[in-house]
């Protein structure tokens, strides 16, 4: 399992386009990905879990991943938040 | 008369048609065959995944794709794993498909509409029409095609489903009443894009009304009139027409220089809060960014923006108006705007206080990132720094001192920057308007702030139900302030522009004409407005009125010729 927390930076925060483009960026692995916020843990490959979290832009939160390609899904996620989420 | 939420301006006269809600009852039997069960269910969800494509496709050829969008949300939220997932779990364990569908939607809508985020209250109404329209689907409802009913129709419904939305015709329909929505709701959007006159949030308006009543929607003000006397149905066909007279003027203007009757050109600007707003400032047809305010960026947030975080915003705001001028006013804090995170004293005299131009030079390390942000962000587009609340010639000094030193610092690391990049002063204070002459000397630009500079000339604070009657633009001691601002930038040969409400205001612009405004900056959506008025005075008919007005002694004289001359 590997970890890694990241800021969310767009002004929008996890709203239907980017928790729309992260679910989709994480689903093709076959990893178990998940996204902490607050003490919750949350399937990033759901957009409406991701959505539900009430994510806000300047939340740190953390992104698990658990599988064969743990690394490479990690990876992937953690360069979408830092780059706006697509925003 | 009803009252509602004014959602979508203009006024709509014609025959009412209801739009009948279906009950959508069903027996929550239990399910023996499951596997026929979850077949029905997922035709009904494929359907619904088709229908709602087409819709949104259709939308975004007829309407645009910002309205595609909600339709488009409800295509993600039905396809993601977990809301089908949870659907299918409930079949399985022996529910029937619509009583599997209400209990997973319900469970999404009472966890978005107790979020804190308007925005993420509105996905619980979104979750509500998916299950309005699976449920639909399931009981085989159909809706009534309301791209079929006739010309002059005022449709009337509890709420506009996205679906109904879509198959609206404008040009048969006249006007739209609902019981809920607000001015943020998908009806509300809708019916601004198609420019259709509605009123939302009218309570029990279906109960009301009938088929074929008659019905004046005004969607200005929010009012509804059923079966309206004749005398209120002529004042109304009145409005109507001055309603689209007016329209289809300001709609001439889109596209035109702003110039006087006689020609002179001025600059038409906007104020902006966020760097999307600039997208809506292109879209209102503004020539450029006259006060971009930089707080929201350090207000929605739980830190101090980094460098790159303001840099992407300023430099967005920048790409977006593609080479337009973007004027950004640097940090303006304190007096009402607290931001928690930094610590800021309670004061006895907040506008007196610690704030802006003051507590930046205050805190120099947090200002020179953002400078260092702005600067970088110039490389990509014509960006100008201007300081708030300016009091003397020293604070325009030491924020161009800081200017110079990132200025070499960004020479020596080769970092891209406008090396003409312009420093510019808000005037708001009496002491800055006093010496304006000083100041324009030394600033590459100024721009009035009427809003502080009316409050601080009649030392008036304008929350104050006691003293608010002194706060007005038209005091001569204002007018006379705002005078000697834009002569004495005229004279240095700087330009001189005015983001505070009176630039946009029609009786202050003849006056504004005449002092020889270069640059007037207003809301995005009085741009049109703005110019249309601009374009009905000649600088000789500014002049005469304005001299007229300037020997005047007291407000209510000014107010009184300002209005007898005002051409709206």
């Known amino acids: 399992m590997v970890s890694q927390v990241v800021k969310v930076t767009n002004e929008q925060g996890m709203h239907m386009r980017p928790a729309s483009l992260f679910s989709q960026t994480v689903t093709p692995f076959t990893s178990d990905v998940k996204v902490v916020f607050n003490g919750t843990s949350y399937d990033a490959k759901s957009v409406m879990m991701l959505m539900s979290a009430c994510i806000k832009c300047g939340a740190e939160i953390e992104i698990v991943c658990d599988g064969p390609d743990e690394q490479d899904a990690l990876k992937k996620a953690v360069e979408l938040v830092e780059a706006g989420l697509g925003d | 008369m009803h009252k509602g939420i004014a959602a979508s301006r203009g006024i709509g006269i014609g025959s009412i048609c209801v739009i009948v809600e279906h009950e959508l009852t069903y027996d929550a039997k239990k399910i023996e065959d499951v596997e026929s069960e979850t077949k029905r269910f997922q035709d009904a969800v494929e359907e619904f995944k088709k229908e709602t494509a087409e819709m949104a496709e259709d939308i975004r050829k007829r309407i645009g794709p910002k309205e595609a969008e909600i339709l488009e949300g409800h295509l993600v939220m ?39 985020d308007d925005m993420m209250r509105q996905r619980a109404s979104d979750i509500s029409d998916i299950k309005t329209s699976l449920l639909k689907l399931l009981l085989g ?38 019981e809920v929505g607000g001015k943020t709701s998908h009806s509300a959007i809708l019916a601004r894009a198609l420019e259709i006159p509605a009123v939302l949030s009218v309570p029990d308006i279906t109960t009301l009304v009938e088929d074929k009543n008659t019905a004046i929607v005004d969607g200005t003000e929010g009012i509804v009139y059923i079966n309206p006397d004749g005398d209120v149905l002529s004042q109304y066909i009145r409005k109507r027409e001055e309603f689209i007279k007016k329209q289809s003027e300001l709609k001439s203007f889109v596209g035109v220089p702003t110039k006087t009757s006689d020609g002179d050109s001025v600059e038409l600007f906007c104020n902006i809060g966020t760097p999307k707003d600039a997208k809506k400032a292109i879209e209102c047809d503004g020539e450029g960014i006259g006060l971009f305010r930089s707080e929201f960026l350090f207000m929605d947030n739980t830190h101090m923006p980094t460098e790159d975080e303001q840099f992407n915003a300023y430099k967005e705001a920048a790409v977006t108006m593609g080479g337009k001028p973007v004027i950004i006013r640097t940090l303006d804090i304190g007096g009402d705007k607290d931001i928690p995170y930094l610590g800021m004293k309670k004061e006895e005299n907040p506008f007196l206080g610690y704030r802006a131009v003051r507590y930046c030079l205050g805190n120099k390390d947090s200002y020179v990132i953002q400078l260092r942000a702005i600067m970088r962000a110039s490389a990509f587009g014509k960006i100008k720094i201007m300081i708030p609340l300016v009091t003397c010639l020293e604070e325009l000094r030491a924020v161009k001192e800081l200017v110079n030193e990132i200025k070499k610092d960004f020479d020596a690391n080769g970092i891209d920057y406008d090396k003409n990049i312009e420093v510019g002063c808000m005037i708001e204070t009496p002491s800055a308007s006093l010496i304006a002459d000083i100041l324009a000397k030394e600033a590459d630009f100024f721009s009035i702030g009427t809003n502080d500079l009316t409050q601080y000339t009649m030392s008036v604070d304008r929350g104050n139900a006691d003293v608010a009657y002194l706060y007005s633009t038209y005091q001569p001691s204002v007018l006379r302030s705002i005078k000697h601002i834009i002569e004495s930038g005229r004279n240095a040969g700087i330009p001189v522009g005015m983001c505070g409400e009176a630039a946009a205001d029609p009786l202050m612009i003849p006056l504004l004409i005449s002092f020889g405004l270069t640059e007037f900056s207003v809301n995005p959506v009085l741009v049109l407005t703005a110019r249309c008025i601009i374009s009905k005075w000649s600088k000789s008919e500014a002049d005469s009125l304005t001299e007229k007005v300037m020997a005047m002694a007291t407000e209510s004289e000014v107010v009184k010729a300002l209005k007898e001359a005002a051409k709206e």
């Open chain 2, 141 to 178: 409802i159909k809706d009534i095609d309301i791209s079929k009913v006739a010309p002059g129709t005022i449709l009337v419904a509890k709420d506009l489903t996205p679906s109904m939305t879509s198959q609206i015709n404008k040009d048969n329909v006249a006007g739209i009443i609902t």
């Open chain 2, 78 to 116: 039905m396809s993601d794993p977990t809301m089908a997932g949870e659907m299918e779990k409930m079949i399985a364990a022996g529910q029937c498909a619509e009583s599997a569908v209400s209990a997973v939607c319900d469970m999404f809508i009472g966890m978005f509409s107790k979020m804190d």
